[in-house]
């Protein structure tokens, strides 16, 4: 399966699944291209992007073992671009 650049959106209702979040985030490390966090403490909420190249089947595994924590909803866009390093070989 080729890898997609997809960025999934994470908004972490329930403070407390913190620990939880970034012990996900570690494990597919290897596939995380970057990520940026904003705690919005005027709404109790925090806000996290993380930017995956991966296959689909992982995106979609991270993505949805982080949608089944107690109050953390997520997102995911997924690019249409083709992995332009299978391309050049």
Do not use: W
């Amino acid at each position: 399966m080729e890898n997609r650049i997809s960025v999934i959106s994470i908004l972490l209702e329930d403070t407390h699944q913190a620990e939880a979040v970034n012990e996900l985030l570690h494990r597919f490390g290897s596939y995380i291209v970057g990520r940026m966090g904003i705690p919005y403490k005027d709404r109790g909420v925090s806000i996290i992007c993380v930017v995956m190249d991966a296959p689909g089947d992982v995106t979609s595994s991270l993505s949805g073992k982080l949608g089944m924590l107690p109050g953390v909803r997520t997102k995911t866009v997924v690019s249409k671009l083709e992995d332009q390093k299978e391309d050049a070989q």
